[in-house]
């Protein structure tokens, strides 16, 4: 098989990865908002919470976000709406925010479709809005971890293989997931013609959120970990790992989502690994829980 340019030096770059200096804080989501890298998240209690920006993922300014539960971030173009738990707080820049109210409780993800936020949680309470500040109840099937879009519709993956599908945010239509040893997934990714999902030890595929293959996941060092963030960089998937207590980093790449190698070699270090990873133009960002952030820029 043969490989483009674009795609070797995409692989490349994932496995280079360099630490970088964030403003202290629980990071949990990060995301590219158009002309910056907005990350969020909070401590667990509501009361503390975290943001910071960055216009290349080297140099970042914190910011003040209202006082809630953040845990995943969409942007429309114009909007930035973060939310998590029964929070959500909007944006315009990313420096400036405004509580919202409306949404229900155990909210865990967020995602924009071309003309409505749809926001879902570990229970069948869900949520849609048009512009992330006046939210309408919906009811979903549940159990979601995280939920993206291929640009018209949803997809969303959780807890014991659960898989939806939506055309709107509105109806929803369960499915299921290929599961082993564990079951959970914790995010899911569009790549331009299909989702990839990866979990502890899980990865898949799928055309449509709806017929899904297994692909494979390896072990580091003979461990399954909790892979929490993913995002497609234009040529290859990037996923990263969350490990309570590990102080090593991992970095999984794909091409095609269903097999992956993994890269722990010269990787910065953090002490719960990395929480959430986005890609910025020619820039991958990954944000952990303990105040640490790592880039890896594609060379031109």
């Known amino acids: 098989m043969t ?36 990350a969020v998240g909070d401590d667990g209690s509501g009361s503390n919470t975290y943001c910071a920006t960055s216009p290349d993922g080297i140099a970042w300014t914190a910011r003040t976000i209202p006082a809630g539960l953040y845990r995943a971030l969409a942007y429309n173009g114009s909007v930035i709406v973060a939310v998590g738990g029964s929070s959500c707080a909007t944006s315009t820049d990313g420096i400036t925010w ?23 949680s570990t229970t069948t309470a869900a949520a849609t809005s048009t512009d992330g500040i006046t939210w309408t109840a919906r009811t979903s099937a549940g159990n979601a971890n995280a939920i993206c879009s291929n640009g018209s519709g949803f997809v969303t993956v959780g807890q014991i293989g659960v ?52 692909g494979t996941m390896p072990a580091v060092s003979g461990t399954y970990r909790y892979v929490y963030g993913i995002v497609w960089t234009g040529y290859v998937f990037a996923a990263v790992e969350y490990t309570t207590g590990s102080s090593s980093a991992a970095i999984f790449t794909s091409r095609d989502g269903l097999a992956w190698a993994v890269n722990t070699v010269g990787m910065p270090t953090s002490d719960y690994g990395w929480r959430a990873v986005a890609w910025a133009d020619a820039c991958a960002v990954a944000v952990g829980v303990d105040a640490s952030a790592m880039s890896a820029r594609v060379a031109t």
């Open 3 to 38: 490989f483009s340019p674009s795609e070797l030096a995409h692989e490349a770059a994932m496995r280079n990865w360099t630490a970088r200096t964030i403003p202290a804080g629980i990071y949990r989501a990060v995301i590219w908002a158009g002309n910056q890298i907005v």
């Open 163 to 214: 898989a939806q599908t939506s055309p709107d945010g509105i109806t929803w239509t369960a499915g299921t997931l290929p599961t082993g040893t564990y079951s959970t997934y914790y995010a899911v990714a569009w790549n331009g013609s299909g989702f990839s999902a990866v979990g502890r030890g899980l990865a898949a595929t799928s055309p449509d959120g709806i017929t899904w293959t297994a």
């Open 98 to 120: 405004t509580a919202r109210s409306g949404l229900p409780a155990n909210v865990t993800g967020v995602a924009w479709n071309g003309s409505v936020f749809a926001a879902v």
